[in-house]
């Protein structure tokens, strides 16, 4: 897989790596990945819930916070492990 495609292959590609991390590790229910490259103003978050597909949120660049969310995550996953990685 490359390592971050550009133009309307890259939601494809972050998909496919999402459900790969999911196929890899199947202890985990949820996968996280950050694009930081993708767009020039914004983070996009993709999630993996194990049995949905993958959904995407694009986070303006200037309000995103990394910590924020991994507390939101903890808190409602708390009994569960999430991988995260960026792309």
Do not use: C, W
């Amino acid at each position: 897989m490359t390592s971050n495609p550009k133009g309307p292959d890259a939601e494809a590609a972050r998909h496919e790596r999402v459900r790969a991390l999911l196929n890899e590790y199947p202890n985990l229910r949820r996968v996280l990945i950050t694009d930081h490259d993708a767009d020039p103003d914004a983070i996009i978050v993709t999630v993996g819930v194990r049995g949905y597909e993958p959904s995407e949120v694009k986070n303006p660049r200037e309000s995103y916070d990394g910590g924020r969310l991994r507390a939101l995550l903890d808190r409602f996953s708390a009994d569960q492990e999430i991988l995260e990685a960026q792309s």
